[in-house]
Every structure is written in structure tokens, then in C-alpha cells.
């Protein structure tokens, strides 16, 4: 079904993107995104016309998209990726290289950002939860609490796609425990690979917190989850 609402939604993103030869399938991803929530949401029951509004809604602002894309497919780069064909060989091997080998590392456990000394620890909790921002999977694996009072959120994060142009990023939003308490300070680090290995670090967390609360929710991507605490935070 031909829509113009869609085409200029289309036409607004893809206006920002500078270099021309990535255009038409940027476009064309773009448009297969939108055209899926709509068939969502018509099969929730909603007419053609108040599902495409909504799926392009969902997707945020065209012009904040638009500038990401830009700087994900720099023209200066595209450009000289186009130089000589021998020049695109050896990248190409090079980069398959590295690819494989980060891959293989962060599959098999070789990059191990889970080197919190045993007996720092003052109890951990095993855990086996995703959430999905658009194509991007966060797997949360593991909590580690430590003596000085750091609550250590490990996490495996992923894009379903090979190519990612869809909305990718590694937060894991805010972090609160169950009286709505929110923890700023802190730290993290992920290995590098198509599965990155993550750690977040929230400092002065409660020793005696019932649970551990993320909340994500940025440009109309939203997601929550709790994980019950060890009561009185002994060791497990």
C-alpha cells in the first residue's frame, strides 16, 4: 500500500545522510521496519492509516536519525573505501581478521571482564534475562556485590542483524533499588565482538537492598527489570 506519510518520514531521514551509496538501502531497511509494526499493529486490531502513524512515531525523530546514520556512514571514508579495488580487498581482509578473532574471543570466553577476586565478593546472584531495544539484545547474566559496596551488573549485548544501522547501544538505562533509590556513580567496560561482554558498576549500592531495578527509557525505547537481592546480602 502506497502511503505518503511513510515516504516522507523516508524522505526526511535519509536527507541528512551525505553519502549517496548507502542511501537506497538504508531507505528500504527503514521502510520494511515501519511496514512490520504496521502489519503488529493492524493484527492488534488498529486500521491501516492510525498503525502507520504509530509506527512511525515509534521510530523516533526522523532528523535525530538521520544525523546518526550520517556519522555511522561517514562520506569521507565511503569515498575512500572507492579508491582502488585493492584497497577494499585488504580492508576487507583485514577487518574479517579482526572480526573473527574478537568473535571468537568474546564467544569462547577468552575476553573475561569477570575478574572480580573471589574473596572480594559478598554475594552474587546467577541470572537469565533479555530485553530488546529494536535489534539490539541485552542478556543480563550476572549481579556481583562486593566489599566495597559496589553492585557489579554483568551482561552479554548483541545485534540481531549483520549490518547495524537500527538503534544500537550498550545502556542499560538507569539503575535504582526497590525503594526508587537511584545509583549515578560508577563505571563500565565490554570486550569487543559481534557479543560484547559488558560490566556495569553502580558505587555505595545498599548492602541490604531487596532488589535491583533498570529502567531504560529514551526516544520511545522503554523496558524494565527487576532482580530480587539475596535477603541480607549474604553470600550465595
Request: with cysteine.
Amino acid at each position: 500500500m502506497q502511503s505518503r506519510e511513510k515516504d516522507r518520514f523516508l524522505d526526511d531521514v535519509i536527507k541528512y545522510v551525505k553519502y549517496p551509496f548507502v542511501r537506497a538501502d538504508i531507505r528500504i531497511e527503514l521502510g520494511n521496519h515501519i511496514s512490520d509494526r504496521i502489519e503488529d499493529y493492524m493484527e492488534d486490531g488498529l486500521v491501516y492509516d492510525v498503525a502507520e502513524k504509530k509506527s512511525i512515531y515509534d521510530m523516533g525523530d526522523a532528523k535525530e536519525i538521520g544525523r546518526a546514520l550520517n556519522k555511522e556512514h561517514n562520506p569521507f571514508v565511503g569515498w575512500m573505501l572507492g579508491i582502488t579495488n585493492v584497497f577494499i580487498v585488504i580492508l576487507v581482509i583485514i577487518t574479517g581478521y579482526v572480526l573473527i578473532a574478537t568473535t571468537f574471543m568474546s564467544l569462547f570466553g577468552l575476553v573475561d571482564v569477570n575478574d572480580i577476586p573471589k574473596e572480594d565478593i559478598v554475594y552474587e546472584v546467577d541470572v537469565d534475562k533479555k530485553v530488546q531495544i529494536d535489534d539490539r539484545v541485552i542478556h543480563f547474566t550476572k549481579l556481583v556485590y562486593d566489599k566495597e559496596g559496589n553492585m557489579n551488573i554483568f551482561y552479554r549485548s548483541y545485534d540481531k542483524r549483520l549490518w547495524g544501522t537500527g538503534w544500537s547501544n550498550n545502556s542499560i538505562g538507569s539503575i535504582y533499588d526497590e525503594l526508587g533509590n537511584r545509583y549515578i556513580n560508577g563505571g563500565g567496560r565490554a570486550s569487543n565482538g559481534i557479543i560484547s561482554n559488558c560490566l556495569t558498576s553502580k558505587r555505595n549500592f545498599p548492602r541490604d537492598a531487596k532488589e535491583l531495578v533498570m529502567i531504560y527509557d529514551s526516544c520511545n525505547r522503554y523496558f524494565e527489570v527487576r532482580i530480587p537481592l539475596p535477603e541480607g546480602g549474604s553470600y550465595e
